[in-house]
């Protein structure tokens, strides 16, 4: 499917000139007279964004490398410096409404109400809610986790996801909140609470470094839609055009199985609702 994409689509997309033929302003025009562009990212966002001896790492980590190249060819810049601006799920919007980053890579959900704050670029990625629970608690759906603790990161749109799923299913769970990822799983591991409810490749990351992951299961229901984009500052058409047309190349050339492929190739090939999403984000110069 991705190479049928890369054979349909590479030409449409393979234009770079999109920022050179609006002309320059706001955040973009910035980053063409300074050369340099800030990106944000996650630490605590595996495999989507992280830090591996002491750099950034993962799947939108790799594609943002790819669309600040991008914005270097389109901008005809001989060069283009990356600042990586390190952030937690609290800090991750601050920085781009404080102008301290032109981007932010990690595993943001789009929502109504973050865009009242931020923008977004093309999808990047689909996910669902998940929840983790250790393999001898006898838990093994959603249902089960009636009486039980479940710790989740605030503010998050999982944690709105779950204490819907427990209102809707009229569940006695006591919804305990978290400052990350780690902690989640830390809480979990150490028997604070009975489940731990994130975005269900981020539990795989996180029980990926448990040193027993026969022990831990992830439940069969999926209790959310998250889909995944760049964040970005409002109000700067610019340069949420450039970006799109650096995720237009790497959708339409077909590289994106490859960035996939190194994330994600243990746990399966893409779903074809997430191929259909690479096909409608080659959009067409």
Avoid: H
């Avoid at 000139?17 to 063409?32: C, E, F, M, P």
């Avoid at 929840?131 to 009486?147: C, M, N, P, Y």
């Avoid at 050339?253 to 490859?258: A, F, N, T, Y």
């Amino acid at each position: 499917m991705f190479r049928t994409i890369a054979l349909t689509l590479a030409i449409l997309a393979a234009g770079s000139g999109a920022a050179q033929a609006q002309g320059l302003d706001g955040r973009l025009k910035k980053i063409a007279a300074t050369k340099t562009i800030n990106i944000a990212y996650r630490t605590d966002a595996t495999p989507f964004a992280f830090q591996a001896e002491g750099k950034p790492a993962g799947f939108s980590v790799d594609l943002c490398k790819r669309v600040a190249s991008s914005i270097e060819r389109q901008l005809k810049l001989s060069a283009l410096k990356v600042n990586w601006v390190p952030v937690t799920v609290e800090s991750r919007f601050d920085v781009i409404t404080q102008g301290r980053a032109d981007m932010e890579c990690g595993s943001s959900t789009v929502t109504l109400a973050r865009m009242q704050r931020v923008d977004f670029s093309s999808y990047i990625f689909l996910e669902t809610t998940g929840v983790l629970v250790k393999g001898e608690s006898g838990v093994r759906a959603f249902a089960d986790l009636a009486g039980k603790k479940v710790a989740v990161v605030g503010g998050t749109t999982n944690e709105r996801s779950l204490k819907l799923q427990i209102e809707v299913r009229k569940l006695a769970v006591t919804v305990v909140p978290m400052r990350n990822s780690d902690e989640g799983f830390a809480a979990l591991n150490d028997g604070k609470v009975d489940a731990f409810a994130s975005d269900k490749l981020l539990l795989i990351g996180a029980a990926s470094r448990a040193k027993d992951t026969s022990s831990l299961a992830i439940l069969p229901e999926d209790l959310s839609f998250e889909p995944y984009s760049i964040a970005l500052p409002r109000n700067e058409s610019s340069l949420r055009l450039a970006v799109n047309t650096g995720l237009a190349k790497v959708y339409g050339s077909g590289e994106i199985k490859d960035i996939y492929d190194r994330w994600f190739k243990p746990f399966g090939r893409a779903t074809p609702l997430l191929e259909s999403l690479y096909i409608f984000g080659s959009i067409p110069e």
